[in-house]
């Protein structure tokens, strides 16, 4: 009783708080080395004054941290000792003090967590998933740092996990939004699904989601879905940057084919558009999962000039089926005089064969693209004569 009255005594400072208790711990060990009798009240005892002593240094540095001196020392290391961990905690994130945060977790709330795991779950839910927390830069750090270490996603139930995906989908976009830093998004975005992953890997080995409460729903479920894409947008957005020299404006302005086609508009000589597809263009394709070809098709037949398509299709489009659809809208399209690119094309379709496709739908194609190679070739000429 003494020992417990004594941690709760409105000391002056932290100077006063450290040298009584430590003298009573003193006159504690003294105790159980000199009693004979049972020693496990004593011993109990000890542990509370050594907790005392101990928490001086936690309690100093979360005010220190928070800079919350509004409440004489005294009064705010009552508070401390009589609060809850988590409600400490979430106080803490909500200003700021990160290493405050992460000590209570490892001093207070972690150890009880073993045996109850809801208490993980409550500590993210209080510290980082409320909604006015998401603007702060800080609870970021806290997240990196703290929430997302092994030790505390073993003590997360599902639904938690799930929360913890559709909030960092939120922190991922606001990055993008605010900061428009696309590699710092796609870090955290790629931490925080490596860890989820892993931990749901471990739970279903384990059957731990059948456990987990009837609310548990394909919402639930989707929200570690939304994140693995949000974060395979951003690969792929931070590859075109880095491996390709692309940079997009911002996340929502990104589309596969669309950033595909913006590799081709940087490029202002026609000349030089061959190169382009080969060291840029296909790769890009490649790594996205799309057709090179289909893009380049969709590229050409959407631009109003002539020698630019033209020269497109010549270098880039190897699918012979999408070259010739490609080069039949250019023809219809087209009007004397003509660029030497589209010349070029008319000489290679002038000895076309028709007849010989399997492809039904294939030969229609051809049958109109020998039709319009003639009449191309037939208006050169005659623009020409004049």
């Avoid at 219809?332 to 003509?338: D, F, G, L, Q, V």
Wanted: proline share 2%.
């Amino acid at each position: 009783q003494i020992a417990t009255n004594v941690t709760r005594y409105e000391f002056s400072g932290p100077t006063e708080a450290t040298e009584v208790l430590m003298a009573v711990a003193r006159g504690l060990e003294y105790l159980v080395k000199n009693t004979q009798k049972d020693q496990g009240h004593l011993r109990d005892a000890l542990v509370v004054v050594r907790d005392a002593t101990d928490s001086i240094a936690c309690f100093e540095r979360l005010r220190k941290e928070s800079g919350n001196q509004s409440l004489g020392w005294g009064r705010a290391w009552l508070q401390f000792r009589r609060s809850d961990a988590i409600d400490v905690a979430a106080q803490a994130a909500e200003s700021g003090a990160i290493r405050s945060v992460r000590e209570l977790w490892l001093r207070y709330i972690r150890p009880k967590c073993i045996t109850k795991v809801a208490l993980g779950s409550a500590f993210v839910t209080r510290c980082l998933l409320r909604k006015d927390h998401l603007a702060d830069d800080n609870l970021l750090q806290l997240a990196v740092r703290c929430i997302f270490l092994d030790d505390v996603l073993d003590t997360l139930d599902s639904i938690s996990l799930a929360r913890l995906a559709a909030w960092a989908k939120t922190i991922v976009e606001r990055i993008c939004l605010d900061e428009h830093n696309f590699e710092r998004a796609l870090k955290f975005g790629q931490r925080v699904l490596t860890l989820l992953r892993r931990r749901l890997a471990v739970a279903t080995e384990s059957r731990w989601l059948l456990m987990s409460e009837h609310a548990y729903t394909e919402e639930h479920r989707s929200d570690l879905s939304e994140l693995q894409r949000l974060v395979s947008r951003l690969d792929r957005l931070v590859e075109l940057k880095t491996r390709h020299g692309l940079t997009l404006g911002s996340l929502d302005s990104y589309d596969e084919k669309a950033s595909v086609a913006a590799l081709l508009e940087r490029v202002r000589e026609p000349s030089f558009l061959e190169a382009e597809i080969d060291h840029h263009v296909r790769p890009a394709c490649q790594a996205q999962g799309i057709s090179a070809d289909s893009v380049l098709a969709s590229y050409a037949t959407s631009i109003i000039d002539y020698d630019r398509a033209a020269q497109v299709i010549l270098c880039g489009i190897k699918d012979q089926r999408q070259r010739a659809r490609a080069t039949l809208d250019l023809m219809k399209r087209c009007e004397p005089p003509y660029p030497a690119s589209v010349l070029k094309l008319v000489s290679e379709y002038e000895e076309i064969c028709v007849g010989q496709d399997d492809n039904p739908a294939h030969e229609e194609i051809l049958y109109a693209l020998r039709d319009a190679v003639r009449l191309t070739a037939l208006a050169d000429v005659a623009t020409r004569a004049g």
